[in-house]
Every structure is written in C-alpha cells, then in structure tokens.
C-alpha cells in the first residue's frame, strides 16, 4: 500500500524532503499557506523592470557541503556570484566582513597582514576570556572603535536589543580577514541560480507523486490523515502557543524603483543612526549576466513581529530558553510529526544548511521505514 505524508510549508526543507520520499515511491502532499513556493527564498520578477527579486530580502547560496552543492545544481545552473557587501558609517564607505582593507581605512594605515593582526590583538579587550554575548565577542576581538562603528548600531536597529542581550554566535557568522579578501562568506562554494529560487523549489517539487496546495493552511487535526507529517511551519503555531509565543524579528521593505545603476552593489549596510533601514539590497546586482534599464531597490527595516507578520529571525535568546525547552519537549513526544526547517526548529539557519538537514531527515526516515518493513 502506498504511504501518505503531508509536507507543511514549501520552502527548501519541505521541499527536499517531498522530493526525496516521492521518488522513494510515497504519495507526498505539500500544504503551503501562502500563494507561492520556496518561502522566505522566493523570488519573482518585478513587473515594471523585470529584475529579479529576493521578495523577502537577499539570499545568497554558499555551502562547504558537497552533497548540498550537488543537489542543488541538478535543479538550477547557479551562476558565479560573490557576495561583497558594503558599509556605510560615519559617512564613510568601508567593505565588509573587516578586512585588511577596511582596517585600514578605518585607522588610516597602511597595515601588511601581521601587522594588522597584531595591531587588533592590541584593540581587543584581552579580559573577556570566553565570549558568552555578543559585545563580549566584539570588544574581545576587532576592540571598541570598530564595534562601535559597524557592529553595535546596526544590530541595535536589526534585533531591537543591546548587543549585551545577544548571544556571541550571532556576531561568529562574520569572519575577520587580515588580507583583502572581502568575500561576505569564506565557503568553497558560493552562486546564484540564474532563474532564481523559486525556479529551483519548483524543480525540486517537480516529481510524481507530489501535489502541491497553495494558500492552504494545515491543520494539526488533519494529521490523522496521513502516515507522517514534516512540518517546517512556527513550532510554537503547531501547539496552539499554549507555552505563549517564541519571538521573531520580521523585516519591511520600502521599494524604490529608479533607472540605471543605483548603489553601485547589491548590498549596502547602513551601520549608524543616521538612517533607520539595516540596508540597501538592489536586486539587480545578484543577476550581473542580466541586462536592465530600470532597478528596483529595498529598502530593509526590521521590527518586533506581531501575530499577522512574516517571521524572520528567531531571537532564541538564552532568557527564553526555557520556553523553546517546552516546545521541543512537546515536539519530541508528538507522534508521527518531524519538526524541520528554520521556523519548526525555531533556529538562525542558512539555505544550505536547511538543505543538509532536510536530505538527513529523509535519509533517517526511509531508512527507519525501510527497518520496519523488514521486520
Ligand atoms: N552585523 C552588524 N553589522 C553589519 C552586518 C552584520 O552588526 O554590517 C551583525 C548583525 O547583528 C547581524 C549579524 O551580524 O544580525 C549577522 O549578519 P549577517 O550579515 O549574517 O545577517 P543576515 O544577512 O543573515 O541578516
């Protein structure tokens, strides 16, 4: 007989997982609450310029995980993309992450590696042995200025909490370079799918056995239905946040169309007060093999996410770990349901590593499937 699953949300963990079990040979149906695919990832072509946009703010692909990479690319040419972000503070422009250039900039200086190196050792706040928030790890490793400068303004505007609320892992996601390399990410792998994300979600979906609901909610009650459920929705939502609701960062973008090249890049960080936006993505610069006369730019602020926002970012702060406990407690005793993804395992995760843990998550489960069968 053949097994039904029910997949909730079709972003990049729901989606894997239904293609992986639908050519296993299940009967996958995918309930996607919203009126399109590939979730926080999606990406359409603006209809007055033609560019294509990160709807929900930028994603750029990098992985270090080969099978992620290959994956992927079954799916989608990804074109050669790297990703080199610019800051803006003080009225000055800097390239981010820190690098040689920017520190010397910054102080002025003409630093060779070792020098620079040396120099920063002697910025860093040598006290703070073990870097537990994130000014901790700031203070400890580039010193005061620069994280004044870049780091301490610019979280304040993206969390909406001191950077002595925040955990240190949040600030580990960005390197310090002593050389010029101002590659945002330092992983062996790094592009853009040329048609886009959706395309490749929609690639992804795109085997027998897989339906696809759009603008359908999935109710907990209706999972009776099915032999398994994957749900990749808010952990919280799942149990009627009966222990209240986790928190979320959401993001609002102000759009503004122009003509020609408006920034100079895709990504623009604005790190003080002067403005109150995080940054400046224009889209078109994800796309350079494109050509477009007009651009289309968002403008990103990000606030406190109330009940009828898109969540973004988990806050996952260590004072609510004992909220998130309960969830994966009652996560852990429900039976028949996987809790996957970002928003189900309320946790900061790249695309790649979605995507690593999706594949696992299938590969757990065919392979349990396949124990029982046999015995
Ligand atoms: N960050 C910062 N200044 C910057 C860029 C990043 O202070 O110019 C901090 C900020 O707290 C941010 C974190 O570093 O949330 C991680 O940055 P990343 O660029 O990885 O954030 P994402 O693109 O995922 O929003």
Not at 12 to 37: C, P, T
Not at 77 to 87: D, H, L, W
Request: glycine fraction near 6%; charged fraction near 25%; hydrophobic fraction near 35%.
């Amino acid at each position: 007989m053949t097994k039904n699953v029910a997949i909730v949300g079709a972003g990049f963990s729901g989606a894997v997982i239904a293609h992986q079990l639908a050519k296993a040979g299940y009967q996958v149906e995918v309930f996607e609450s919203r009126s399109h695919i590939a979730g926080n990832c999606h990406s359409e072509r603006d209809a007055e310029t033609n560019v294509l946009v990160h709807v929900y703010g930028p994603h750029i692909f990098h992985t270090d995980n080969e099978r992620v990479w290959k994956f992927v690319n079954e799916f989608s040419q990804f074109m050669p993309y790297v990703n080199r972000v610019k800051a803006i503070t003080n009225n000055r422009v800097f390239t981010l992450p820190i690098n040689l250039l920017t520190i010397n900039q910054f102080f002025d200086k003409t630093f060779r590696p070792a020098e620079a190196q040396e120099f920063l050792a002697s910025l860093g706040d040598k006290t703070i042995e073990n870097p537990v928030t994130f000014e901790d790890q700031a203070l400890r490793f580039v010193g005061r200025e620069l994280y004044e400068a870049f780091f301490k303004t610019y979280t304040v505007k993206q969390w909406g909490l001191q950077p002595t609320e925040l955990p240190a892992s949040i600030l580990k996601r960005l390197p310090v370079r002593f050389n010029y390399d101002d590659n945002y990410f330092s992983h062996k792998y790094q592009g853009m799918p040329k048609d886009g994300y959706t395309a490749i979600v929609e690639k992804i979906l795109d085997v027998p056995g897989i339906t696809v609901h759009l603008n359908t909610a999935f109710n907990p009650d209706q999972k009776g239905d099915y032999d398994h459920v994957f749900y990749s929705g808010p952990i919280d939502a799942w149990f009627g946040h009966r222990e209240g609701r986790l928190p979320y960062r959401t993001l609002d973008f102000e759009v503004h169309r122009d003509k020609g090249d408006y920034q100079g890049n895709a990504v623009i960080n604005y790190c003080d007060n002067a403005q109150r936006y995080t940054r400046i993505t224009e889209h078109k610069h994800f796309s350079p093999w494109e050509q477009h006369e007009g651009t289309v730019c968002y403008f990103e602020y990000s606030r406190q996410c109330e009940e009828k926002d898109t969540p973004y970012y988990p806050i996952r702060l260590a004072r609510d770990k004992v909220q998130l406990e309960k969830y994966v407690r009652l996560a852990n005793e429900e039976p028949n349901v996987t809790f996957i993804g970002r928003l189900g395992t309320y946790r900061y995760l790249d695309m790649d590593v979605t995507i690593d843990e999706a594949l696992r998550t299938a590969d757990k489960f065919l392979e349990c499937a396949s124990d029982k069968a046999q015995m």
